[in-house]
């Protein structure tokens, strides 16, 4: 049997009462059982402003269908006269009849009074909900209702009646299983228009929770066509229990489409992991299909463009610029291996003199500074960072940048002993004479 506390409205009366089902052994913190059969028994503890009540005393009980205010239910059960020992008692035999459990919550109000004094009774607060069977109660009076051998109960939404199991229940049973195999079945919905019709204003109107390796799987005549979940082995190098996947089953030779509009692919991943935008057949591991309208690529870093795919053919490379159709737009500087052919590797305009110098120079591998040293006019040695031995090179005089008349040649050679270092002359033409001078060196 469970306790409960409730206070007295008015009075000076306080009670802390234990309601119990027949036959229920103690259980703390439990409502009121009624007993299947429409009778129950009553126990519990009165006090009197804190002190346990001793004396006779009225009680009278009332069943209402709401805790607080609400609509009495069939009349009043009054048990008088009954004894109070150090604030226990106990009451037998409270019957309201079967006809007030119709399955509807109940409540029961409780007044108590000494005896023999009408002007003392007190309401218990707050009300005690009565947990009951009802349709057990029912059941135990249950009239003749016309069924016939065989015949099960059915609930029709309003009532329970008995039906055979070809009757009126839409449900066939098969084994363990129940079936529908005619109509459509709604869920939230009054006219499905579909074989399963789940209408539902919740925000998650479904859930599907399964264990390790859960998937749902789709069929289409009967074969199996792809699935959504987590099946695939958390054994497999790179995937963990974590993942989801949306995918084709076991086997199938089929693609996964993603379609937007008019049912019209846009992304499509084949069996063999092909992946196609804007194609369905795509040929590369990743293949763009698109028109000459517009745009087809664009990557942005920082909200900046960086690279860009035009509708003509062309490609813009640093910085979002229309290229050139069929051709290429670069912003920024050019680098390449050392041992690759096409961009230049070096630029340097160098002062070859008694104090020779760097004016200007341009890395194209990106690994070390260009230096020079020398200490006559017309002659310096200029250091690059690798070897250029096997690579191809340029020189040539920049005009006006000396004071010498007349003509003017520079040449290089690979420094002696080294692969790395050209030792280069600046000379006047009309005659053989060393003289200071810029020249400019191009390494390809």
Not at 36 to 56: C, D, H, K, P, T
Not at 157 to 175: A, K, L, Q, R, Y
Not at 330 to 345: C, E, I, T
């Amino acid at each position: 049997m469970g306790s409960l506390s409730c206070l007295a409205e008015t009075g000076p009366f306080e009670s802390e009462f234990e309601g119990y089902e027949e036959g229920q052994e103690e259980n703390k913190n439990l409502p009121i059982f009624a007993a299947v059969g429409s009778g129950f028994n009553y126990q519990g503890e009165l006090l009197n402003v804190g002190v346990a009540a001793n004396g006779n005393f009225d009680f009278s009980f009332g069943l209402f269908d709401a805790a607080v205010g609400g609509n009495q239910i069939g009349g009043n059960v009054i048990k008088g006269n009954r004894p109070v020992t150090n604030g226990l008692f106990s009451i037998e035999g409270i019957d309201f009849g079967d006809a007030v459990y119709d399955g509807d919550e109940l409540w029961l109000r409780v007044t108590v009074r000494e005896t023999g004094n009408p002007g003392s009774e007190t309401t218990l607060s707050p009300r005690q909900k009565i947990s009951a069977v009802p349709y057990a109660v029912q059941a135990d009076y249950l009239g003749p209702i016309g069924a016939s051998n065989g015949d099960v109960l059915t609930f029709i939404g309003g009532e329970w009646v008995p039906s055979s199991s070809g009757g009126t229940s839409p449900w066939s049973v098969s084994g363990s299983n129940i079936y529908y195999s005619t109509g459509l079945v709604g869920i939230g919905v009054t006219n499905p228009s579909a074989s399963f019709h789940v209408n539902s204003p919740n925000v998650v109107p479904a859930i599907f929770d399964g264990g390790s390796s859960m998937y749902v799987l789709y069929r289409e005549n009967g074969v199996n066509r792809g699935y959504i979940g987590s099946y695939q082995n958390p054994s497999t190098p790179g995937i963990n229990d974590e993942d989801f996947e949306i995918g084709t089953f076991m086997g199938s030779v089929g693609s996964v489409h993603i379609a937007t509009g008019n049912n019209e692919p846009r992304l499509t991943v084949t069996a063999d992991g092909d992946v196609g935008i804007g194609s369905v057949s795509p040929m590369a591991d990743l293949m763009i299909e698109a028109d000459d309208q517009g745009e087809v690529l664009r990557a942005r870093i920082n909200s900046s463009t960086k690279f860009h795919v035009n509708g003509n053919g062309g490609t813009a490379i640093g910085a979002y610029s229309t290229p050139p159709a069929d051709g290429l737009y670069v912003n920024g500087d050019l680098r390449q291996p050392l041992a690759s052919n096409g961009f230049m590797k070096y630029m340097v305009h160098v002062y070859c003199g008694s104090s020779p110098s760097i004016v200007k120079q341009y890395n194209g591998i990106g690994n070390g500074t260009i230096t020079v040293s020398g200490s006559s006019a017309g002659q310096c040695v200029v250091d690059f960072p690798t070897n250029i031995d096997n690579r191809y090179w340029q020189v040539s005089v920049v005009y006006g940048s000396t004071s010498a008349s007349g003509q003017k040649a520079a040449n290089c050679r690979l420094d002696t002993g080294s692969t790395d270092k050209l030792f280069c002359n600046v000379s006047r033409l009309d005659q053989v004479l060393l003289v200071p001078g810029n020249i400019m060196i191009l390494i390809y």
